[in-house]
């Protein structure tokens, strides 16, 4: 079974703090995603990344980073975290391209993001 | 730009009862369908994927059905369970590729004893 898995289930960050959130996939997957979920709002792309030090920007990448070093791991990094940031986020992976039938995309539990 | 809806945002039914939930999306020239399943403060879930070549997926007692010229797909439960209580996403790729999904906002569904 792929397992996708956060460092973090709840966490609470100051107004300012660099905030890391790790995300890692056992899958040898290419593709890795991070999701934001707000109510009403639904899941809104922030970054994804295709392969190992490429990274894409997604509907609303504006006050958040991205690192992928390693093949398997990838992080969001809130530069200086804001109350706006308070929120659900959600990793996730995939292997191969669009239009195949592994595009399934994996998810991890989400990490929920209190700032203060 | 790719929207994808669904309705009701929220059900209610009984054990037992068979149901459907919908998902309509406004550009039909997708690659694939896909429908998942969160529980409360959870990830994800993949239920079924159907490719833009396939009119229906099924998997136990859900069976997805696709019909892209409408714009729709249906997600069937029969035969509801309470453990089936959950939210319901429907996704669909963008059309630019590397398997950036477009979500829909869920059904939100209470099976009761």
């Known amino acids: 079974d792929v397992k996708v898995t956060q460092s973090s289930r709840y966490l609470v960050k100051r107004t300012g703090e660099k905030v890391f959130l790790e995300c890692v996939q056992d899958?040898?997957?290419?593709?890795m995603f991070w999701y934001r979920q707000d109510p009403g709002l639904g899941l809104r792309l922030i970054y994804f990344?295709?392969?190992?030090?490429?990274?894409e920007k997604g509907d609303i990448p504006e006050g958040y980073s991205v690192s992928r070093e390693k093949k398997e791991r990838f992080s969001l990094i809130l530069e200086s975290a804001s109350t706006n940031q308070t929120s659900m986020y959600l990793c996730?992976?995939?292997?191969?391209?669009?239009?195949?039938?592994?595009?399934?995309?994996?998810f991890g539990p989400g990490t929920r993001l209190t700032v203060l | 730009k790719q929207e994808v809806t669904q309705i009701p945002a929220a059900l209610s039914v009984p054990e037992g009862e068979n149901l459907v939930l919908n998902c309509s999306f406004t550009?039909?020239?997708?690659?694939?369908l896909q429908w998942f399943r969160q529980d409360p403060g959870k990830g994800l879930t993949s239920l079924l994927l159907?490719?833009?070549?396939?009119r229906e997926q099924t998997s136990g007692r859900l069976n997805a059905s696709l019909d892209k010229s409408s714009g729709r797909s249906t997600l069937y439960i029969a035969a509801s369970q309470p453990g089936d209580s959950a939210t319901y996403l429907c996704?669909?790729?963008?059309?630019?590729?590397?398997?950036?999904?477009?979500f829909g906002t869920g059904t939100r569904l209470l099976v009761s004893p």
């Open positions: 550009d039909s020239a997708i690659y694939n």
């Open positions: 996730a992976s995939s292997f191969g391209t669009s239009g195949s039938s592994t595009d399934t995309q994996y």
């Open positions: 899958m040898d997957h290419e593709n």
């Open positions: 990344s295709y392969d190992v030090k490429m990274k």
């Open positions: 159907i490719q833009s070549s396939q």
């Open positions: 996704a669909v790729p963008m059309n630019t590729g590397f398997q950036k999904l477009v």
